[in-house]
């Protein structure tokens, strides 16, 4: 398996990866401006858009390396689309498997119940893979 990192040999990014970056930035923003600013948090928006900055990223890079990206919010699946081109690392792997209950579960009342903490570790997942991505993508975080 190749390591497709991005380096001063690789292709320029696309518009369409870049574009991807924009829309997975609103989510980022989106979700740190909801948890710092509203109370009471509304914590299954801030972990939705947690999922969603996740997914576009993974689209971005799913994009750079040429591959059909699929229309599904399983960020595991994603993950493994990618993984066919470079290594994932296993702490992404598993935010990619945490986030993504909140992709489609979330959207409906009553799915489950949710805390500070599940907002804390969508958080802090979401900042793992996207980290991750922006530096296979060689964009300043």
């Known amino acids: 398996m190749s390591d497709k ?14 574009e991807w970056e924009r829309f997975a930035e609103m989510d980022y923003i989106t979700a740190n401006h909801l948890d710092k600013t509203l109370y009471p948090k509304p914590m299954e928006i801030i972990c939705y858009h947690c999922q ?24 595991g699946n994603l993950a493994t689309t990618i993984s066919e081109s470079i290594e994932v690392p296993q702490n992404v ?15 409906y009342p009553q799915e489950f119940e949710m805390s500070d ?25």
């Open 5 to 18: 990192n991005i380096d001063n040999n690789a292709p320029k990014v696309s518009n369409e990866v870049l």
């Open 52 to 75: 969603q900055c996740a997914e576009k990223y993974l689209k971005a890079l799913t994009e750079y390396l040429g591959k059909e990206i699929e229309k599904t919010h399983d960020l």
């Open 93 to 107: 792997l598993v935010s990619c498997a945490k986030l993504t209950q909140y992709g489609v579960k979330i959207r």
């Open 117 to 141: 903490s599940h907002v804390r570790a969508a958080l802090a997942d979401m900042e793992n893979v996207r980290i991750w991505c922006k530096d296979k993508l060689n964009i300043k975080a």
